[in-house]
């Protein structure tokens, strides 16, 4: 069961690939690659991991050098995703 945390990281992502014309999928797996290797791309935004505390890790996305977001996510949350892969 997702917790209130996992739903809004969730529809953060939805609406920015809608806004974006991307697929809200591969927006997330690139959520994923930017925890993993600090940064990464899906379509023409860029995914930061610009900080990572006891709990949750924060990003940021950017469409050049435009702020489109930023917003954490919880630990548990992107851990639970790798552990399906």
Request: proline fraction near 1%; glycine fraction near 2%.
């Amino acid at each position: 069961m997702y917790d209130y945390d996992d739903v809004s990281a969730r529809q953060s992502i939805v609406k920015i690939g809608e806004k974006h014309n991307l697929d809200s999928h591969l927006l997330a797996e690139a959520f994923i690659s930017a925890y993993l290797d600090k940064a990464s791309k899906c379509g023409n935004l860029a995914i930061q991991c610009r900080m990572v505390d006891h709990d949750s890790a924060i990003f940021l996305i950017t469409n050049n050098s435009s702020i489109v977001s930023q917003f954490p996510i919880k630990l548990k949350t992107l851990k639970r995703v790798l552990a399906i892969k």
